[in-house]
């Protein structure tokens, strides 16, 4: 029986609701959860809603919630140079919000592979292990090179790679 994934145009922002990483302050097992909240802003005439980003700690009780623009700009600059520059480093990857470690990262074929959260595990999963691979246009863009299966790194698409990338997603979930 032939595996079949149907690439719908999820990206990875679409798994941003729950990014687990390290806790900066007792290093807990998946202890930090990143969520958003709505709050609702109001500007001199309109109010909008906005999102946040918060983390808590199941563990020890850490909070800390999203910094102003500009200090989420150097975050972001410091995620992006990481991620080009320093993927094998001791921190590994970090999230693009606070700059911490995520918690489901792990080397595999000389590269890192990591996961928001245990539904892009999952999502990573489903396109590894198919041996078909299908995409449709999207209804308002038609074809488009945005979505997270057309972004994936050649590595991971890679036949030969099968078997040790869904070896490692299998580590990775046992950490959840």
């Known amino acids: 029986m032939v595996i079949r994934f149907r ?3 999820k990206r990875l922002s679409d798994f941003e609701e729950e990014i ?4 900066p302050q007792c290093d807990a097992y998946g202890g930090l959860r990143l969520r958003s909240a709505k709050i609702l802003t109001v500007n001199s005439e ?4 906005s999102s946040i980003k918060r983390i808590t700690c199941q563990h020890c009780s850490y909070t800390k919630q999203q910094p102003k623009d500009g200090q989420r700009k150097a ?3 410091l995620w992006q140079n990481n991620y080009k520059a320093q993927r094998n480093s001791s921190y590994g990857i970090l999230d693009h919000f606070f700059g ?7 080397s595999c074929c000389g590269q890192v592979l990591w996961a928001y959260n245990e539904a892009h595990l999952n999502f990573l999963e489903s396109y590894v292990q198919s041996r078909l691979r299908e995409r449709l246009p999207d209804d308002t863009l038609g074809w488009h090179n945005s979505s997270l299966a057309s972004r994936l790194p ?3 698409k890679l036949t030969q790679h099968r078997e040790k990338v869904l070896q490692k997603i299998q580590q990775l979930k046992q950490r959840l």
């Open 75 to 77: 975050v972001l600059l």
């Open 20 to 23: 687990l990483v390290r806790c």
């Open 7 to 9: 690439d719908y145009g």
């Open 154 to 156: 050649r590595w991971i």
């Open 46 to 49: 309109q109010s909008s809603p």
């Open 100 to 106: 911490l470690p995520l918690w489901l990262q792990t």
